[in-house]
């Protein structure tokens, strides 16, 4: 039986945050791969820390010179993704970063089994949906994605010069019966540049922000509030903490909501069904809590590399569906070719359109018309409803 009242956390981290830096870089350079040839083959990994920044992994286009050239850009590239989060500190800035390009051509052995349209890994994705938020996420993520975002914001806007790149969120929201109602307790730690502001200084800077982010009526006086509970946070960024791609993958997704395939999504191409998988799964579950089949829906696809269709496709609407799991099971294979070289085709996932997706989830964002975000679309409910 489903619990109806309780307490449920998630977190978030900012555009700054080390690990987030390194899915940034992965993403802009899979994006420059894709914008020479959308067959680019990328698997590209990043690690920073005290003003170093190391990429290794496999790349692969067709013409050896656009390869070249791309590869030649890559200094400029990672140069640009830390400016335009904002490190200007001694011990990361974007004008003296040190930068190790290791990244070399794909491995044949894996080709040749991607070239048949196979998928280009084994794995188990995960996709879910629920009827909190407008955009069905669960609660406490979106949220805590929206407080950084906004603060994010303000901070790139010159309407808070005090703080830095660098930060955390983490809500803990309360339910009842199965709704989410408020927030008992907010947790902020955020890298500020003046190093004489105290914790209540800062909350002074966020505490407004926060409290135009949240719904209205989510802060109540019984709202437990940590800001910088540590004290000072000057030193942030990969100076302060060593970052590498791939490692927020709960915050990447449904903050613990839903269960995860361990597959990470940042520096990989769509042929990467960790990736473009996870994002269908998305797609799929989204739909069909937009088709009124169900309040949520966590949705399960598995693959063989080198084999294109799924091995298996699970669906559970936990206790919510309208119709038996097993027929909206047969409904979204029926709505979607779930091969990788299916999903690509109906999400377009051959696009530069990455580097957008590395900080702030990459579900329950907008649709955008230049095909980012394309996972978000809910143009599959009338199909859905007529299979069932």
């Known amino acids: 039986m489903s619990r109806n009242n309780y307490l449920f956390t998630s977190e978030s981290v900012s555009e700054g945050h080390p690990d987030k830096i390194c899915d940034r870089i992965s993403d802009a350079i899979l994006d420059a791969l894709l914008s020479e ?145 408020g927030v ?31 719904p209205d009526g989510w802060i109540s006086p019984e709202t437990e509030w940590h800001v910088n509970p540590t004290g000072k946070f000057v030193i942030g960024g990969p100076d302060g903490d060593a970052g590498l791609t791939g490692r927020k993958i709960i915050v990447d997704t449904y903050g613990g909501a839903a269960p995860h395939g361990g597959g990470a999504f940042s520096g990989k191409d769509p042929t990467k069904v960790d990736r473009s998988a996870a994002y269908a799964a998305r797609y799929l579950a989204k739909n069909v809590v937009a088709a009124g089949l169900a309040k949520r829906c966590t949705l399960q696809l598995s693959y063989a590399i080198g084999v294109a269709k799924p091995l298996s496709i699970y669906c559970d609407t936990h206790g919510t569906g309208e119709v038996p799991e097993a027929e909206i099971e047969k409904a979204v294979a029926q709505a979607m070719d779930l091969t990788p070289r299916g999903i690509i085709e109906h999400l377009q996932l051959r696009r530069p359109i990455y580097q957008r997706t590395a900080a702030y989830g990459h579900f329950g964002r907008a649709a955008t018309e230049d095909g980012g975000f394309s996972w978000e679309r809910t143009d599959l409910t009338d199909a859905l409803k007529s299979a069932v």
Request: glycine share 8%.
């Open 184 to 214: 008992t307790s907010i947790v902020l730690s955020t890298q500020h540049l003046d190093d004489s502001m105290s914790s209540a200084d800062v909350r002074d800077v966020v505490e407004p922000y926060i409290r135009k982010t949240l």
């Open 37 to 181: 040839e959308e067959m680019a083959r990328v698997a590209c990994e990043t690690f920073a820390t005290t003003n170093r920044v190391v990429i290794g992994g496999e790349v692969g286009l067709a013409s050896k010179d656009k390869l070249a050239g791309v590869m030649e850009s890559v200094d400029g590239i990672v140069r640009d993704c830390v400016k335009k989060i904002g490190y200007e500190q001694d011990g990361f800035h974007w004008e003296t970063v040190e930068i190790d390009n290791l990244l070399h051509e794909q491995s044949a052995h894996i080709a040749q089994g991607v070239d048949k349209d196979g998928a280009g890994d084994q794995g188990i994705m995960f996709g879910y949906a629920c009827s909190e938020t407008p955009e069905l996420m669960p609660a406490p993520i979106h949220y805590s994605h929206a407080v950084l975002r906004d603060l994010a914001e303000a901070r790139h806007s010159g309407a808070t010069p005090q703080l830095g790149p660098d930060a955390k969120s983490q809500l803990s929201v309360k339910y009842v019966d199965g709704k989410p109602v």
